[in-house]
């Protein structure tokens, strides 16, 4: 996924689509749905409009560069007998052909609102670019979870000359006993490893390279992790995108979804799979949790709680 070849916001066709269908006057109603957390304010916030016939392309490219979150998601009816509903999921520059807390707080805003039911066996499907995406409705204490399956990855190992580029770039060594690797699952992450959460936490990236450097690669961001001592989560994770307008993601499903595919690539987890919590967001104030799940054939879930903090209509 290469963000940067997007069109640039703010172009004369572009206002001139979104004068059109403000005169128009349509009520869309809306959600934005804090994911990974049950607490508000602390996950990763995705709006949702549920309402999203009849809009363009361009005209939500405007939409989700206007609310300028890392996502923002359009729901419209499945072109499949086999999906519950489609998805269309823009950064505030680009188009994504999948990505997880939007996929996550999207159900979650189809079920709060009614115009989604879960299967006989609890699952959603979800109908994207990537395709089509199980979710899992599950029911733990009075609170609603959600997981996806994971779309199948490809990983490639990061050449020795990008490495030296990533640790220029991060001005920190990574753990090269796990090589560095570009996974892709629709979104397309680079992951490394660092030493341990401390040095995930004091990283201080070059922006204006990094996005250099993902245009160069054509992958969506870098997600880095290390592992953490104490508390409730075996691992520390940051995720950076700055080619698709956002620097840090505070917490990333489909990030998080690739290191657990790195994990099982590299071995750091028992040959029948295992689970594990992933924090992310410390250090643009959040505190989310990351639900991870690696079967006995490398078959990665995700998951975690939302709540939704905002409901509305935009006058579209």
């Given at each position: 996924?290469?963000?940067?070849?997007?069109?640039?916001?703010?172009?004369?066709?572009?206002?001139?689509?979104?004068?059109?269908?403000?005169e128009?006057?349509v009520?869309?109603?809306?959600?934005?749905?804090?994911?990974f957390?049950?607490?508000?304010?602390?996950?990763?916030?995705?709006?949702?409009?549920?309402?999203?016939?009849?809009?363009?392309?361009?005209?939500?490219?405007?939409?989700?560069?206007?609310?300028n979150?890392?996502?923002?998601t359009?729901?419209?009816?499945?072109?499949?007998?086999?999906?519950?509903?489609?998805?269309?999921?823009?950064?505030?520059?680009?188009?994504?052909?999948?990505?997880?807390?939007?996929?996550?707080?999207?159900?979650?805003?189809?079920?709060e609102?009614?115009?989604?039911?879960?299967?006989?066996?609890?699952?959603?499907?979800?109908?994207?670019?990537?395709?089509?995406?199980?979710?899992?409705?599950?029911?733990?204490?009075?609170?609603?979870?959600?997981?996806f399956?994971?779309?199948?990855?490809?990983?490639?190992?990061l050449?020795?000359?990008?490495?030296?580029?990533?640790?220029?770039?991060?001005?920190?060594?990574?753990?090269t006993?796990?090589?560095?690797?570009?996974?892709?699952?629709?979104?397309?992450?680079?992951?490394?490893q660092?030493?341990?959460?401390?040095?995930?936490?004091?990283?201080?990236?070059?922006?204006?390279?990094?996005?250099?450097?993902?245009?160069?690669?054509?992958?969506?961001?870098?997600?880095?992790?290390?592992?953490?001592?104490?508390?409730?989560?075996?691992?520390?994770?940051?995720?950076?995108?700055?080619?698709?307008?956002?620097?840090?993601?505070?917490?990333?499903?489909?990030?998080?979804?690739?290191?657990?595919?790195f994990?099982?690539?590299?071995?750091l987890?028992?040959?029948?799979g295992?689970?594990?919590?992933?924090?992310?967001?410390?250090?643009?104030?959040?505190?989310?949790?990351?639900?991870?799940?690696?079967?006995?054939?490398?078959?990665?879930?995700?998951?975690?709680?939302?709540?939704?903090?905002?409901?509305?209509?935009?006058?579209?």
């Amino acid at each position: 996924m290469h963000c940067s070849a997007a069109w640039p916001p703010g172009t004369d066709a572009l206002r001139q689509s979104l004068s059109n269908a403000i005169e128009v006057n349509v009520k869309r109603f809306y959600k934005v749905v804090d994911v990974f957390t049950s607490r508000p304010l602390l996950g990763n916030p995705v709006a949702v409009v549920l309402d999203a016939e009849g809009l363009s392309t361009d005209e939500m490219q405007g939409i989700a560069g206007w609310t300028n979150l890392s996502e923002t998601t359009f729901v419209l009816p499945p072109t499949t007998a086999m999906a519950d509903y489609r998805l269309r999921i823009f950064t505030p520059r680009s188009e994504l052909s999948f990505a997880g807390h939007p996929t996550l707080g999207s159900a979650y805003a189809l079920l709060e609102a009614g115009r989604a039911t879960p299967r006989r066996d609890g699952r959603l499907i979800q109908e994207c670019s990537v395709g089509l995406v199980d979710l899992m409705v599950e029911e733990h204490g009075g609170e609603r979870r959600l997981s996806f399956y994971l779309p199948p990855a490809k990983v490639s190992p990061l050449q020795a000359e990008d490495i030296a580029d990533l640790e220029q770039i991060l001005q920190r060594n990574v753990d090269t006993k796990t090589t560095p690797a570009i996974v892709n699952v629709g979104a397309n992450w680079v992951i490394a490893q660092m030493p341990d959460a401390a040095s995930v936490l004091d990283l201080q990236p070059d922006f204006a390279r990094l996005a250099d450097f993902e245009r160069r690669l054509g992958v969506t961001g870098l997600t880095v992790f290390g592992a953490r001592e104490h508390g409730d989560a075996a691992i520390e994770v940051r995720t950076f995108a700055p080619s698709c307008g956002v620097e840090e993601d505070p917490v990333c499903g489909s990030g998080n979804g690739s290191v657990a595919v790195f994990h099982w690539e590299r071995g750091l987890l028992p040959p029948g799979g295992g689970d594990y919590v992933a924090a992310q967001g410390r250090r643009v104030g959040r505190d989310g949790r990351v639900r991870i799940r690696v079967d006995e054939n490398g078959q990665v879930r995700v998951g975690g709680s939302c709540v939704t903090c905002v409901e509305g209509s935009l006058m579209l």
